[in-house]
């Protein structure tokens, strides 16, 4: 009798030692699989609560080529200016358009964009409803009017918005 319990003991230590060692294994597995189900839900999220649309352009090409974009957040998510600050913009002529870079000294050179949040609140975040304003400085605008230019402007999140527009004389 005393050689059975003692088998059956070391059985059921056998048992716990090897159910320790399975959720020792198996616990940080499962942890890192929520955690990264949780974060591609909170992108999922965060680009479907996030819509852009251009609703004016303009452009012309003269002493100064200058383009004007502006961009309404028609979205329910409010776009930080960090995001902003390190979103891609495109520009040109279809077929023959060029990345520009952001301009942070008030002075936009060939090549350059800026922007202004209208309607701003002053909350370092570029608002549902409100509007941006891209000034664009490039020679890629073409020197005759009615001439077609493309834009596209996309945000860290994978989020874009594109237009082709005419220019004007």
Do not use: C
């Amino acid at each position: 009798m005393s050689s059975e319990t003692f088998a059956t003991a070391i059985f059921l230590i056998t048992a716990i030692v090897a159910a320790a060692v399975l959720i020792n294994a198996f616990f940080p597995i499962i942890y890192q699989a929520s955690s990264t189900f949780s974060e591609s839900s909170q992108s999922a999220d965060e680009r479907l609560r996030t819509e852009v649309k251009v609703i004016n352009t303009y452009a012309n090409h003269s002493s100064d080529p200058n383009a004007e974009v502006w961009i309404k957040n028609i979205g329910s998510a409010r776009i930080a200016k960090n995001d902003i600050d390190v979103s891609d913009v495109f520009f040109g002529q279809e077929g023959d358009f060029e990345y520009l870079l952001l301009d942070l000294s008030g002075t936009v050179d060939d090549g350059e964009w800026s922007y202004t949040v209208l309607e701003d609140t002053v909350n370092d975040y570029w608002d549902p409803r409100e509007t941006l304003r891209i000034d664009i400085n490039s020679n890629k605008i073409p020197g005759t009017s009615g001439q077609y230019v493309y834009f596209q402007f996309v945000l860290p999140s994978g989020v874009s918005v594109a237009k082709t527009f005419t220019t004007s004389g």
